[in-house]
């Protein structure tokens, strides 16, 4: 038993020691990057360029019980809350950024953009 013990205060000694050598750091203020003016806007979008994200295109919603879903079969048809032809909407991170219509590309679906919201007003959506 005297040697659990001498372990046991010898555990809290390294403890001891350990903690009195943990010393505060202080960094020094940051200062802001110097720019031609316009040009740091122009360097962070680039930066951006090759980021890739979701882009979800909407044709509609509905809502189902889950009965409903659970039936659901192969040829089954699913009434959506949108008109047909109407345009559908392309969302980034959930905010729209423009709309479109369904078309079909080598019998792949597509989007053709028909309307984009000014510049400003996508980016300031998006984020």
Known sequence: MEDNATEDQDVSTQVTDKE???????FSPLKPVKTVAGEGNVNNMEMLMDV???VLVE????EMVMRDVLSL???AIIELD????????????GKIIAYGEVVVV???????ITKIPNTQDRIKNIV
Do not use: C, H, M, Q
């Open 59 to 62: 044709l509609g919603k509905t």
């Open 52 to 54: 890739s994200i979701p």
């Open 106 to 112: 080598d019998e792949n679906f597509g989007v053709k």
């Open 73 to 75: 079969a192969p040829g």
């Open 20 to 26: 009195e050598s943990i010393k505060s750091v202080e």
């Open 82 to 93: 949108s008109l047909a032809g109407e345009p559908v909407k392309i969302t980034v991170r």
